[in-house]
Every structure is written in C-alpha cells, then in structure tokens.
C-alpha cells in the first residue's frame, strides 16, 4: 500500500470533521427556529421540534419588515454587481492591453489596498461618504461595493490574456475605437468571468453586515443581514425567532450558491489555465 492509498483515511475523516464543524451551527438553527419558547427550554439543541411550529418564521418576516429587507438587498445586489463587474473588466483590460509608466504603481496599489487591514482605513472612508452626502443613502454601500479588488483583477487577467491582441488591432484597421474594442469583442468573451466573479460578489454582498449596517442606519434602509439586528436587545431576545430570520436570510444565499456553483468553479479554472 503506497503513502497516497494509506493517507486517504485520515483525508475522508478531515473532510468529515469539516463538514461537521461547518453544519453543526446551521443544524442547530434550523431545529431552534421550529421550536416554541417551551420545547427550546426543554429540548437539546439538536433534537427534532415535538410540534413544527411555523409561527417564529411568519413573525421573523413581519416584526424584521424582511420586504424592505429584500428591496434593498436586491438593488444593492444588482446594481453593485454591475458597477463591479464593468469597472474591474475595464481596469484588466487596460492593465494587460496597455503599457504605461504608472502601470506597476497602480498594481502595486491594489497589491497594498489588499494587505492593508481593512478598518484602518474605515475613519478616512467614513468622513469621504459623509462629505459626498451619502451617508444614511443606498449611495454609500453602492459605492463601496462597486470598487474593484485584486481578486477580481488576477481572474480578468487571466481571460483577458487568453484572447489575441490580433483581434484589437484587426477591429482597429476596421476604424473601432477602444471602446468598442472592448464592449464588442472583450467583454462578451469575458463573460465566464464575469458570471464568476458576479455570483462570488452577490453572495459577499447579501452576507455582508458590517457595511450596511454603518452607513445605512434607518430602519427604511435596511438589508437582510442588518435586519437581524431587530431580534436583539440589552433586555431580551427571542432565540427562536432570531433563528427563524437567520433561516430567512441564509435561504436565498445558500439557494443562489448551490444552483450557480459550477459556474464559479468553472470560471476560475478556466481562466486558470492556459493554452
């Protein structure tokens, strides 16, 4: 038996123990919010409900106003997801097609924003959302969010990279500007990318609860995530409850990531390789 055959063993047992470790909180979850007030008190965490109780997850949705929960959340979604998605295609694509004296300061910038802790910098950020007049406004996560990352940047590189400067340079015999270059013959290739880094974006964005939650305090402008923080009080607080809105807002991330998973994985990979 070779050192690989021998090692799977203990590999299918790590896997266990990850998996474990990540369901364990969800399974708890999901029998709280079935739950009543009595059977939380007397039950184990993970045992079955004596009765299913529907009422927690009715009274999450209405007392978390779970509606203005998902307005808000879908517009910051699709909008930030589309600024981001055009802001760091365009961004790889002038870093890879262009050669400038700047060029490797500007990566280095990127490379710096990345390393940098990301709440040192969140009192300068503070005070520029404030001054534009965006605090209190769906404006100020829009534009944070829209920003581009490192991340985002290696992956378009990586497709941008793959495609043939011959195809520029014919399009600009034909009398094409740069930007038609780029919204007609770039971006549509850069579409398995873009799919990508949207759903990874999309998922970031609706589990995000730091951001939303500084700039956005009125009750009107709450998101999904932030809305949680209704169940939640100095005096008291309803676990069951808090466990049923924790379902309401786990279900569409979990659904989006379990339908569109492949394409993130495939993405990836695919602008991974090179041929």
Known sequence: ?????????????????????????????????????????????????????????????EKGNMLVGFRNTGILVFVSVFLNTILGAMTAYVLNRFDFRLKKLVMGMFIVAMVVPFYTTEVARFQIIKGLGLYDSLGAPLLIYAGTDLLQIFIFLQFI????????????????????????????????????????????IMNDMY??????????????????????????SSFEQLSAAILIVLIPTLLLYLFLQRYVFSGITAGAVKE
Do not use: C
Request: glycine share 4%; net charge positive.
């Open 1 to 61: 038996m070779n050192v690989r055959a021998r090692s799977l063993p203990l590999l299918y047992l790590l896997f266990v123990a990850i998996t474990a470790v990540v369901l364990f909180p969800i399974a708890i979850n999901v029998m709280t919010a079935f739950k009543t007030p009595g059977d939380l008190m007397s039950s184990s965490p993970l045992s079955l409900p004596k009765q299913w109780s529907f009422v927690n997850l009715k009274t999450a949705f």
């Open 161 to 204: 990279e793959k495609i043939s400067a011959q195809l520029d340079e014919s399009a600009m015999i034909d009398g094409s500007s740069y930007v038609g270059i780029f919204t007609r013959i770039i971006f549509p290739l850069l579409l398995p990318a873009s799919a990508t880094l949207g759903i990874i974006k999309a998922v970031d």
């Open 211 to 236: 951001i939303p939650y500084l700039y956005m305090p009125s009750k009107s402008l709450h998101t999904l995530s932030t809305s949680l923080m209704t169940f939640v009080g100095q005096r008291a």
